[in-house]
């Protein structure tokens, strides 16, 4: 069914709601919070849900594949999962109250358990010398051009911040906070960036197990329900993108298959239930 919905936006209105994009969506939802004078915090996590989903695409099409590695990605190593993910999970319910997804998907924006102890009992004994990750060259690559370009625009980001100190009372200053939460983020994806590239192990396609599915190997799954198939790419966390058939070893499907050789049938839990899979291929 078509809907009009009116939003706090000044003249923004939306009729097509199976084309609502994410952006869209989540400006709808900022719009309200504001129109119910509820506090907007961690409008902030929502852009990087955004950026990372993509901006373009369309609400009615998000999976829950998508939101469970959004969650495991955004988390990593991070002290405070919940910050991080509970902007999203409310964004998530009200998209589900509005119709724009057929399913609720906040429940799949959870962080996996981790003890943390332990990881840093181990990282302490290593020296801090262990992968922290393991990326193909093409993503070791694309994480080296996004370090060099953050490096290149930390002086520029200085120099907004100090002609913005320049322009009247520093305590309403909007120019100037944004500029120093930029700072911010800027610097601390840097260090993220430099520490896992100080300690990432790379994998090589060309030389991944045929034998048997590992990180690095593309397997070919039949669908032994519908009769179709789909091909996925075995990959670190941080790399995975659902929308580019790059699953992590770590969501369920990752973990179902890993170990498997060609031939086996397996049952994977989806959204939309238990899925019998026989694995047809394993290579690039």
Do not use: C
Not at 3 to 29: C, M, V, W
């Amino acid at each position: 069914m078509r809907r009009e919905i009116a939003t706090g936006l000044e003249g923004y209105k939306l009729t097509n709601e199976p084309h609502l994009s994410i952006s869209q969506a989540i400006d709808i939802f900022v719009a309200h919070l504001k129109e119910a004078r509820q506090t907007m915090q961690g409008q902030q996590e929502l852009l990087r849900f955004q950026a990372r989903i993509g901006k373009d695409k369309t609400i009615s099409t998000l999976h829950a594949i998508e939101v469970g590695e959004y969650a495991r990605w955004t988390t990593e190593n991070v002290e405070n999962p919940a910050s991080r993910l509970d902007p999203v999970k409310k964004f998530l319910t009200f998209a589900n109250r509005n119709g724009w997804t057929q399913i609720s998907l906040a429940r799949y924006a959870t962080a996996p358990r981790r003890n943390r102890r332990r990881f840093q009992n181990n990282d302490q004994a290593t020296g801090g010398s262990t992968p922290t990750a393991r990326l193909s060259q093409e993503r070791h690559d694309e994480l080296q051009e996004e370090l060099h370009r953050l490096r290149a625009e930390v002086p520029q980001i200085r120099e907004t911040i100090r002609l913005a100190r320049s322009d009247g009372d520093v305590r309403e200053n909007a120019p100037l906070d944004a500029a120093r939460e930029q700072q911010q983020l800027v610097e601390r994806r840097i260090r993220q960036l430099e520490n896992d590239l100080a300690r990432v192990e790379i994998v090589d396609a060309a030389n991944a197990d045929t034998e048997k599915v590992s990180i690095g190997s593309r397997v070919t799954l039949h669908d032994l329900d519908t009769q179709q198939q789909r091909a996925f790419t075995l990959v670190d966390v941080r790399e995975a993108d659902v929308s580019a058939g790059k699953i992590s070893t770590v969501s369920p499907i990752g973990q179902a298959l890993m170990g498997r050789s060609v031939g086996e049938e397996l049952t994977i839990a989806t959204p939309r239930g238990a899925v019998q899979y026989r694995i047809e291929g394993i290579g690039e």
